[in-house]
């Protein structure tokens, strides 16, 4: 299985501020046929449903603030949300879709300074 | 607009059987391939299982495989979860959700609680 882990587990940032999430899985989920990375990362908010915020490690889901963006190819990969504002406060996944299993990282809580 | 509606969980005792269902409205259901992931309380996600549109590839997570059976209709546009022996730790919340590679849309999910 592939071993996704992410770090930090929480992260306290000042409004307005950076936020990084880092993703890293134990084998490369880059797919040589298209040339994409086979990663995606999702928001949690409490009591609701992941939703997806972006796919193929750096294409973005329609209607997600353009402050959001993933970045990082192979095996090691980044969510940043480069201005934080309250809505954000929520639990991050990042995700392989590469192989079966699909797996999960085991989540970034966000949470405002 | 999409809509996933998970339904048919509650409480079961250790061994029992449950069948979860999920109504999906707003896209081209046998386009899309459909997978069941569950989070336990105050947990992470678990991805369980994936069929695709018609139903010619399926997977299984080990920790369901041989207990839990997907299927779908795609005349009722619902996808399925049979799940057999259950144990207290498939206890979670279990959700739906539509693939083409990552998965695009979720329901709300559905709570099931495996106890005596």
């Known amino acids: 299985d592939i071993v996704m882990t992410q770090s930090p587990d929480s992260l306290v940032v000042s409004l307005g501020e950076r936020a990084t999430i880092n993703c890293k899985s134990s084998q490369s989920v880059l797919y040589s046929s298209n040339n994409k990375n086979h990663l995606a990362w999702y928001q949690q908010k409490p009591g609701q449903p992941p939703k997806l915020l972006i796919s193929w490690a750096s294409t973005r889901e329609s209607g997600v603030p353009d402050r959001f963006s993933g970045s990082g190819s192979g095996t090691d990969f980044t969510l940043t949300i480069s201005s934080l504002q309250a809505e954000d406060v929520a639990v991050y996944y990042c995700?392989?879709?590469?192989?079966?299993?699909?797996?999960f990282g085991r989540g970034t809580r966000v949470e405002i300074k | 607009e999409v809509h996933l509606v998970a339904s048919g969980g509650g409480l079961v005792q250790p061994g029992g059987s449950l069948r979860l269902s999920c109504a999906v409205s707003g896209l081209t259901f046998s386009s899309y391939s459909m997978n069941w992931v569950r989070q336990s309380p105050g947990k992470g996600l678990e991805w369980l299982s994936y069929?695709?549109?018609?139903?010619?590839?399926?997977h299984y997570a080990d920790s369901v495989k041989g207990r839990f059976s997907i299927s779908r209709d795609n005349a009722k546009n619902s996808l399925y979860l049979q799940m057999n022996n259950l144990r207290a730790e498939d206890s979670a919340v279990y959700y739906c959700?539509?693939?083409?590679?990552?998965?695009?849309?979720w329901g709300q999910g559905t709570l099931v609680t495996v106890s005596s």
């Open positions: 995700q392989q879709y590469h192989a079966i299993p699909r797996t």
């Open positions: 959700a539509s693939s083409n590679a990552s998965l695009d849309h």
């Open positions: 069929i695709t549109g018609y139903s010619d590839a399926i």
